[in-house]
């Protein structure tokens, strides 16, 4: 498959992918999750490739969110039909049994942290600001961030940032246990790089049940949350808030809320 959203790239037994819509701060859209479906199977089923890298083009953004313009339009009956964001859960973390980091320079908001935080472990760089705007649009988080989020900053940060959409900067992040580390934007791809081939050089089947195990630890409740999350997401997107907020995106300005 070729791919238009995102770039990958073999450098070793490491393969580093990269969501490549600069334009659109990366914003997540159908396309892009096809493609990164298509990308980690492919890194899960190359014997060569032991661990992977993904981060976001250009300077300013790892994923600014889902697309609000590809969801300001939807209408809610599609977003349950469709089980809207169930491959993200579905066909990413629990396909790709293989470790991978997330490398976020930029923002990483709404869609972009929680996909962040399917990674095995974030390294952020100083200019990284993390958050879970969706509140600001009308509805609430849909691939995990609600239930992610509070794993791991716990039940008080998560809450505000989800309840008022503020955003986590990079050192606060490391401090509360979001990501793994800091480093320059400079030094970012070369750090998680440098990672990236440090565990590709450990015994691929002990990474695979270390993984494993530190999962079990972490998400044994998880997929109920997770469903519960999503259908809540696409119910969301049935009020007039909802139509409100993202064409209030679309046009830059205030939403008018109708709490309806
Ligand atoms: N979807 C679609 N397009 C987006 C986008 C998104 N999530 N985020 C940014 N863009 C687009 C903008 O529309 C803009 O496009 P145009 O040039 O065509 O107008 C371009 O990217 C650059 O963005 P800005 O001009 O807004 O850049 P900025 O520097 O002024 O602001 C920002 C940066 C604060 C990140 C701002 O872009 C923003 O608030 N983005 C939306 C963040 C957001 O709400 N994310 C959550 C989405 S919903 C979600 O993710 C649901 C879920 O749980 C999965």
Do not use: H
């Given at each position: 498959m070729s791919y238009e959203t995102i770039l990958t790239e073999k450098k070793g037994a490491v393969t580093l992918i990269t969501l490549n819509r600069p334009k659109a701060l990366n914003a997540l859209n159908s396309q892009v999750l096809t493609e990164l479906i298509d990308a980690f199977a492919a890194f899960e089923n190359d014997?060569?490739?032991l661990c992977a890298v993904l981060t976001g083009a250009?300077?300013?953004?790892?994923a600014a969110g889902a697309d609000i313009k590809e969801m300001a339009d939807k209408p809610a009956a599609d977003f349950l039909k469709e089980d809207y964001f169930s491959g993200w859960t579905n066909d990413i973390v629990k396909k790709v049994r293989k470790p991978w980091i997330a490398a976020v320079n930029g923002f990483a908001l709404g869609g972009g942290c929680e996909l962040a935080m399917m990674a095995d472990f974030i390294i952020a760089s100083e200019n990284a600001k993390f958050g879970q705007p969706e509140i600001k649009l009308g509805v609430a988080p849909g691939m995990g961030g609600s239930q992610r989020l509070t794993r791991f900053v716990g039940k008080s940060k998560a809450m505000e940032m989800c309840l008022t959409g503020r955003m986590m900067g990079a050192e606060e992040a490391e401090r509360s246990g979001l990501v793994t580390r800091v480093v320059s934007a400079d030094e970012l791809l070369d750090d998680a790089l440098r990672t990236a081939e440090t565990i590709a050089g450990m015994p691929p089947l002990a990474v695979m049940i270390n993984k494993e195990m530190v999962n079990v630890a972490y998400e044994t409740v998880l997929d109920q949350g997770l469903l519960a999350e999503r259908r809540m997401f696409q119910v969301l997107t049935a009020t007039e808030d909802k139509t409100e907020g993202m064409k209030a995106f679309v046009e830059k300005r205030p939403g008018n809320w109708k709490g309806r």
């Amino acid at each position: 498959m070729s791919y238009e959203t995102i770039l990958t790239e073999k450098k070793g037994a490491v393969t580093l992918i990269t969501l490549n819509r600069p334009k659109a701060l990366n914003a997540l859209n159908s396309q892009v999750l096809t493609e990164l479906i298509d990308a980690f199977a492919a890194f899960e089923n190359d014997e060569s490739q032991l661990c992977a890298v993904l981060t976001g083009a250009g300077d300013k953004a790892f994923a600014a969110g889902a697309d609000i313009k590809e969801m300001a339009d939807k209408p809610a009956a599609d977003f349950l039909k469709e089980d809207y964001f169930s491959g993200w859960t579905n066909d990413i973390v629990k396909k790709v049994r293989k470790p991978w980091i997330a490398a976020v320079n930029g923002f990483a908001l709404g869609g972009g942290c929680e996909l962040a935080m399917m990674a095995d472990f974030i390294i952020a760089s100083e200019n990284a600001k993390f958050g879970q705007p969706e509140i600001k649009l009308g509805v609430a988080p849909g691939m995990g961030g609600s239930q992610r989020l509070t794993r791991f900053v716990g039940k008080s940060k998560a809450m505000e940032m989800c309840l008022t959409g503020r955003m986590m900067g990079a050192e606060e992040a490391e401090r509360s246990g979001l990501v793994t580390r800091v480093v320059s934007a400079d030094e970012l791809l070369d750090d998680a790089l440098r990672t990236a081939e440090t565990i590709a050089g450990m015994p691929p089947l002990a990474v695979m049940i270390n993984k494993e195990m530190v999962n079990v630890a972490y998400e044994t409740v998880l997929d109920q949350g997770l469903l519960a999350e999503r259908r809540m997401f696409q119910v969301l997107t049935a009020t007039e808030d909802k139509t409100e907020g993202m064409k209030a995106f679309v046009e830059k300005r205030p939403g008018n809320w109708k709490g309806r």
